[in-house]
């Protein structure tokens, strides 16, 4: 299995027979590099959204275009977006699973905000945010997407068990380094745990070192665009 960071919240997970575009904004990531786009997208069976905002949804329409890879996400945004011309959407719902090939997505509770952004006519609702429990080759991992921490991460934690953990941390729009390590000691017991909504802009944090302090005898792996972790 590989995972493979995008910048921002995005992800290119391969893992089973299927290689997974989680959150996947490539033009006008600071952090992308828009030269290697066709390497990013390179044998996409699926997309993930966790939610509308344009930092996590704004391609998602171009990405399953160029690449006929269908967008799974919940039901109100997989309306939206299969409304597209030759978009294929998969809606489900908050504790529903689908199988994508060997692996299976579960779709779970998070606690931010979701809109959808239509240019020049302000904002329209996007369905609730969610986050994924994505198993396959004796891991499940667990895609916070932006929220806050939330006593549902109880249940998630020993229900689905997840033993990694890709975990909204920047701050200001989500969980900071602090609170993400302390949810994950709390809720889970991750062996692998990789930030993300982070570095991206000034106004979030740069670096994971909170992070890695609260979470001793874990590994905290700070992804670097387009290297793969292998796991």
């Known amino acids: 299995m590989q995972i493979i960071w995008l910048g921002h919240s995005g992800f290119r997970i391969e ?26 997208l390179r044998g996409a069976t699926h997309i993930l959204l966790t939610h509308g905002h344009g930092d996590h949804a704004a391609n998602a329409v171009a990405i399953a275009r ?8 919940i039901h109100e945004l997989s309306d939206l977006l ?10 489900f719902g908050k504790g529903g699973t689908i199988a994508l090939g060997g692996a299976s997505v579960s779709m779970v509770n998070a606690c931010h905000s979701s809109s959808i952004d239509y240019t020049g006519q302000g ?5 609730s945010e969610a986050g994924f429990m994505i198993a396959g080759e004796g891991h499940t991992i667990y895609v916070s997407g932006d929220t806050a921490i939330m006593a549902d991460m109880g249940w998630m934690g020993e229900y689905y068990a997840p033993d990694i953990g890709i975990l909204c941390a920047g701050g200001h729009y989500t969980m900071d380094m602090k609170g993400a390590a ?16 982070y570095r991206t802009f000034p106004i979030l944090a740069q670096d994971a070192e909170a992070l890695k302090a609260g979470l001793p005898g874990i590994a905290v792996i700070e992804p670097e665009v387009l290297k793969p972790i292998v796991l």
């Open 15 to 40: 893992i089973e027979d299927q290689v997974l575009l989680v959150d996947p904004w490539l033009a006008g990531n600071p952090m992308f590099p828009e030269d290697r786009r066709a390497e990013a």
């Open 66 to 73: 160029e690449t006929g890879a269908p967008i799974a996400c």
């Open 182 to 197: 302390w949810a994950a000691k709390k809720f889970f017991d991750f062996k692998t745990v990789i930030p993300c909504h």
């Open 123 to 127: 904002l329209g609702v996007a369905g």
């Open 82 to 91: 299969g409304a597209e011309e030759g978009i294929e959407a998969i809606g």
